[in-house]
């Protein structure tokens, strides 16, 4: 007896797992008082899809599965934070996400599977921990006048009459006067702690030699604290050149997105330059 190919189109267990993952998160939306934190979801969508998109592979190649004690912690697990935002009438927020993604990794894959998915499990307290560090280190002032001296000086040479006084500077737009705060949350500090993390764990699992991460790991904060600058800068022109209601959503969304695009790029250069190379003999053999 043969076994019968899959149709092309067919949806595996890979893409059931991701579909349900979207629809769980997406649920709370239509719950009475409950509702999304939109900011959170739209950088866990972003994380997810940068990690999928460079792991599909060996997540559509696992055969490991779920016993039936593990599918149903994985569904105590999503069902109890469910319960939590109803009957705090609270947002879905990220460690929620966090928490469902695991459950719905141990109820299609089992215990096993996290040693595949434990970058996207774990980059959530990465992100949190990001967050919490203005608690730690709370006075951002002279990185803060800095950056908005950066931001007046780049606004100036491309036409634009910027007044910097501190962190404020004061921007001429056709709308009006617009003054805008340079402070603790646009210094790219969370940021660069996050992308440490992720950066660092997504690696973890090369075998190299320690001179060989430094530079990498230095090429990947200089890229993110520069990608910064420029996400500042596009804040700035958004506010400028459209007006306050789009400047605001830049400002919340575009940071994520060049985040995500970075992060995937350091990885492409990361594993190519951490990995070890085939010998030119053994390409040579395979072709």
Request: hydrophobic letters at 55%; glycine letters at 10%; a positive charge.
């Amino acid at each position: 007896m043969t076994k019968s190919m899959p149709k092309v189109g067919s949806i595996g267990r890979a893409e059931t797992f991701v579909l349900s993952v979207g629809a769980a998160y997406l649920a709370p939306a239509v719950m009475p008082n409950v509702g999304i934190d939109y900011n959170y979801f739209f950088i866990m969508v972003l994380v997810l899809f940068a990690w999928f998109l460079l792991k599909w592979g060996p997540v559509r190649s696992l055969t490991s599965v779920g016993s039936g004690l593990e599918i149903v912690l994985g569904s105590v697990a999503i069902a109890g934070i469910y319960s939590y935002k109803v009957i705090t009438q609270t947002r879905l927020g990220l460690l929620d996400m966090l928490i469902i993604f695991a459950g719905f990794v141990l109820a299609f894959y089992g215990f096993k599977a996290f040693r595949l998915f434990w970058v996207p499990t774990t980059y959530g307290i990465a992100l949190l921990a990001g967050y919490q560090v203005q608690a730690v280190v709370p006075n951002f002032v002279l990185l803060q006048d800095w950056m908005a001296s950066i931001m007046a000086s780049a606004m100036r040479i491309l036409g634009v009459s910027a007044v910097l006084s501190g962190q404020y500077v004061q921007l001429t737009s056709p709308s009006g006067p617009l003054l805008l705060n340079v402070e603790g949350d646009c210094t790219g500090v969370q940021g660069m702690i996050a992308f440490g993390l992720l950066s660092t764990m997504s690696v973890l699992d090369i075998k190299t030699k320690p001179t060989r991460l430094v530079p990498v790991f230095l090429i990947g904060f200089l890229g993110v604290f520069l990608i910064n600058i420029v996400r500042l800068l596009g804040v700035f022109l958004a506010f400028e050149y459209f007006g306050a209601d789009v400047g605001n959503s830049v400002h919340v969304y575009l940071g994520y997105t060049l985040f995500i695009v970075w992060v995937l790029a350091f990885w492409n250069i990361a594993f190519k330059y951490l990995l070890p190379k085939v010998p030119s003999h053994v390409t040579a053999m395979l072709t």
